[in-house]
């Protein structure tokens, strides 16, 4: 059984940092074509935030970009993602996803097979 277990949400002051842990069990990490993190606030539709394909290119959202990094181990089967200069709008559960999609840059929520169960970041003074 394939499962993708999140850690490492929390809360945050703006302008802080964490780093958020995606491990993969029962299906070797090198094996997927692209690994991302999305993230959902209230009342808002899930959005990509972060991906890496299997030649570790990776993408970002814009709102992101330059603050957020995604990165992996494959020898602990895990996925990151390490936040700094956290927003108050950077507040949402954040999903780990996996999969073969079209194309690992775009994002699109559909393409991706496997999903965590998410973790919660709050970021607020």
């Known amino acids: 059984q394939v499962q993708l277990v999140e850690s490492g949400g929390g809360s945050a002051q703006p302008g802080g940092s964490l780093r958020l842990s995606c491990t993969i069990s029962?299906?070797?990490?090198?094996?997927?074509?692209?690994l991302a993190w999305f993230r959902q606030a209230p009342g808002k539709e899930r959005e990509g935030v972060a991906a890496?394909?299997?030649?570790?290119?990776?993408t970002y959202a814009d709102s992101v970009r330059g603050r957020f990094t995604i990165s992996k181990d494959n020898g602990k089967n895990t996925v990151f993602l390490q936040m700094n200069s956290l927003q108050p709008e950077d507040t949402a559960t954040y999903y780990c996803?996996?999969?073969?999609?079209?194309?690992?840059?775009?994002?699109?929520?559909?393409?991706?097979?496997?999903w965590g169960q998410g973790t919660q970041v709050t970021v607020s003074s």
């Open positions: 996803a996996a999969g073969w999609p079209r194309s690992c840059e775009t994002m699109v929520t559909s393409a991706f097979t496997r």
């Open positions: 029962g299906f070797s990490i090198v094996r997927y074509a692209c």
């Open positions: 890496l394909d299997r030649e570790t290119t990776s």
